[in-house]
């Protein structure tokens, strides 16, 4: 089971600091395609790689796990409670705010019209 933010983050982290996945796979030692499948959520990585991951993006290890993360710091500050949630068709785990449980309720009990426009603004 994929851990959705946490995959997003490496991914984002690595883009935005300009590296390539074989450069931060030599950092970790590990290949490549491991790292790969950290990214895309395929594999958890141990304690140990995310412990030296974190501190290579000078993250915390709550914040690369739980917190959307970019080369220029945290998106969301805010500091738990968050709410598991899961992917259904690949039992990935997400971590949702309060706000973004409310959000997600709200869509889920929107009509159909109302459903699109907000696609469209979020531009998905």
């Known amino acids: 089971m994929a851990n959705i933010q946490l995959a997003a983050n490496l991914r984002r982290l690595r883009t935005d600091h300009n590296y390539t996945q074989t450069q931060i796979s030599d950092k970790l ?6 790292y790969s499948n950290y990214e895309t959520g395929k594999r ?3 304690l140990d790689i995310l412990i ?3 501190d290579i993006y000078h993250v915390t290890l709550e914040q690369l796990i739980l917190q959307p ?3 220029t710091g945290v998106i969301n500050q805010n500091s738990g409670p ?3 949630g899961m ?4 039992a990935d785990t997400i971590y949702l705010t309060k706000d973004e449980v409310e959000l997600l309720t709200h869509y889920r009990n929107a009509d ?6 907000t696609r469209k603004v979020l531009k998905i």
């Open 69 to 71: 993360c970019t080369g």
């Open 87 to 90: 992917e259904v068709e690949t």
């Open 112 to 117: 159909e019209d109302d459903r699109k426009l």
């Open 29 to 34: 030692n590990i290949s490549r395609q491991a």
């Open 82 to 84: 968050y709410y598991i």
């Open 44 to 46: 958890i990585p141990d």
């Open 52 to 54: 030296r991951i974190a």
